[in-house]
């Protein structure tokens, strides 16, 4: 059997608040760091884009504290910002991506920085530069995107990354080859992500952020009639009103936290208000699995939890109560970006997949 060449990769998650760096050998971490960046370093910048050459120089810095050679390093690849819509793979960073975030021409957030960090470090050490299923992953058909309304028609907004490595997963331990499964995989996490994936894509979701099921700390959806009374009638701004859908909503509105242990210590405990709540958020993803099964024709290879909540085996008992009797239900508890990043990067290397362009 040949031996498979040895790659250094070099991973890249940067945050609002830290920057997380890896070093994968093929699929060995050498190492994980975060960087931490306090609000004084940060606020003397005025736009995140601002704040490249300040990281960049830390990231160089730690791996000189690893004694690593920054020419031993074949490629650099970053978690995605937020770009066009796009399908789901690994995309080889180019100018238009950089001029994109450059421009905050889809929004501003912190993981922009990804791709011009991963571009700038490569050119320096004249490697390639990729970012892996980046949000803006939208790969949904023309007849989920109808809403009923025109002017809002549904779009994507998932845990691509998580939710395509933990495909890979479940399709390696089915034996079976990625783009011939059929999974409906259900990301758990502050969001969760209910999608229907078929061959590889996904073909539709609950919305990340405001609906599907409610969350540790979103509302989901609700309904909108009553929703607009509400904010009428309690004179709402649109931040404030943005604010206790996402971010207060949830665990956070019916019980006062967003933490599950803690949820499930008040059960243990007797609290009956904490186990209706909790069993409600069981029943409401369950009900999204099943609708997320109807779109594949109930014809599943495994319905699949992962992210945070996964690990609770409380949660996951109560979903698979209700949707065992659809397939089977595997569980892959938590979520391992730097991971799913560096394989992205890999399977380029090796020639198992094709670099997509921007």
Known sequence: MKKKKIQKILVLNPGSTSTKVALFENEKTLFSETIKHFPFELQKYKRIW?????????????LERHNINRDSVDAVVARGGLFKPLKGGTYRV????????????????????????????AWEINAPAFVVDPPSVDEMTPLARYSGLPELPRTSIVHALNIHATARIAAKKLKKKFWETRFVIAHLGGGTSITAVREGRIIDCSHGLSGGPFTPTRTGSLPVVELIELAYSQKLKFEELKKKLVGKGGLVAYLGTHNAEEVEKRIEDGDEEALKVYQAMAYQIAKEIGAMAAVLNFELDAIVLTGGLARSEMLTK?????????????????????????????????????????
């Open 50 to 62: 601002d704040q490249y050459a300040f990281r960049k120089s830390l990231i160089f810095d730690l």
């Open 94 to 121: 180019n100018q238009r991506m950089i001029q994109d975030v450059r421009m905050a021409t889809y929004g501003e957030h912190a993981s922009n920085l990804g791709c011009i960090l991963a571009y700038g470090i």
């Open 318 to 358: 109560w979903i698979k109560k209700y949707v065992n009797k659809i397939t089977r239900v595997l569980v892959f508890p938590g979520e391992d970006e730097l991971e799913a990043l560096a394989l992205g990067a890999l399977r380029v290397l090796r020639g198992e997949e094709e670099a997509k362009e921007y």
